[in-house]
């Protein structure tokens, strides 16, 4: 068989493509990459079409065995990676023979890796998306399991690339978060508005790919009673105690809380590497500067091309 063994799946690992779009009206959150910085480099490093799924796993301790001749490519939070024992480099290219095993240790900052495969991993979609999303428990669509095969294309390899180093992030940065304003952002009161642009928030212990509670200044919410509407990525919700709720990819579909703006989705992905206990900070931003930020990276990834193992250029 052409794939890979999981040995250890770890506390969370799924198979994530670019998310089940256009399918929120049937109840369905749209999943997807979490980090999608970390997730496009993955598929970028082994020149994969960008909706190529890869396996996204949660603070590491991940282990599997290759079945076949592959090239992977390792990306995201900071952790020890080995092959076959032996330490490996994140961040770029590795071919795997039959019986080579990977592993991933703890994390030491960020949440998130992404494993990637040359024409990445196979397997059934659902509403056009491989992408899992645990919380709604579809059948074949939750987690990956010890033990469990993943299929790839059979002897597909890459050439080596490694990410260049000012592309890597460094996940321990303090954070600040772009808001657009937006929702019901006009009803909250300038006390409000003043104290989330201004104060640090620290991420509590109730995150998921559902999305982020935090702790800090309480936001004064506005008295109006809403129908639910629909909820976008990076949504901040206020509930009665004051306290954002930032909405991430495996959100609920409608909402009715007060909502003060939208956290830019580029965002939302450095977010979701950050750990209970760390602190952020929000600014307002204007939407035209938040889209030019979204078309130049994925111009970058859509356009460059490699020219030699670390280096890229556009064409």
Request: charged share 25%; glycine share 8%.
């Given at each position: 068989m052409?794939?890979?063994r999981i040995l250890s799946a770890g506390l969370r690992s799924t198979l994530q493509d670019l998310g089940r779009s256009g399918s929120q009206h049937l109840g369905l959150a749209p999943g997807g990459a979490a980090d999608l910085h970390?997730?496009?480099w993955a598929n970028k490093l082994l020149e994969n079409e960008p909706n190529d799924a890869c396996i996204e796993t949660l603070m590491g301790q991940?282990?599997?065995e290759a079945r076949s001749a592959m090239t992977l490519a390792v990306t995201g939070a900071d952790t020890e990676l080995t092959i076959n024992g032996r330490r490996a480099g994140p961040w770029?290219?590795?071919?795997l023979k039959p019986g080579d095993r990977l592993a991933l240790g703890a994390t030491r900052s960020g949440l998130l890796n992404y494993i990637a495969v040359k024409a990445g991993w196979q397997g059934e979609r659902f509403c056009n998306s491989r992408s899992m999303t645990p919380r709604e428990q579809l059948p074949g669509f939750t987690q990956l399991e010890s033990d469990q095969e993943i299929p790839c294309a059979d002897g597909a390899t890459a050439a080596a690339h490694q990410t260049p180093a000012g592309f890597i992030p460094d996940y321990a940065e303090p954070l600040t978060l772009q808001v657009i304003p937006g929702y019901q952002y006009a009803r909250f009161s300038l006390s409000a508005r003043h104290t989330l642009a201004t104060r640090?928030?620290?991420i509590t212990q109730q995150i998921d790919r559902m999305?982020?509670?935090l702790a800090g200044p309480a936001l004064e919410?506005?008295?109006i009673k809403l129908l639910s509407e629909g909820i976008a990525l990076g949504a901040i919700q206020v509930p009665a105690d004051g306290q954002p709720i930032v909405l991430l990819n495996d959100r609920q579909t409608m909402g009715g809380y007060p909502k003060i703006g939208t956290v830019a989705a580029l965002d939302c992905s450095r977010l979701c590497q950050q750990s209970p206990g760390a602190a952020v900070r929000f600014q307002f931003a204007e939407l035209a500067n938040v889209q030019c930020d979204r078309a130049l990276?994925?111009?970058f990834f859509e356009r460059t091309e490699w020219v030699g193992v670390d280096r890229l250029r556009w064409p």
């Open positions: 052409s794939g890979l970390a997730f496009r991940f282990q599997a770029r290219t590795h071919n640090a928030y620290d999305g982020y509670r919410v506005p008295d990276f994925e111009a």
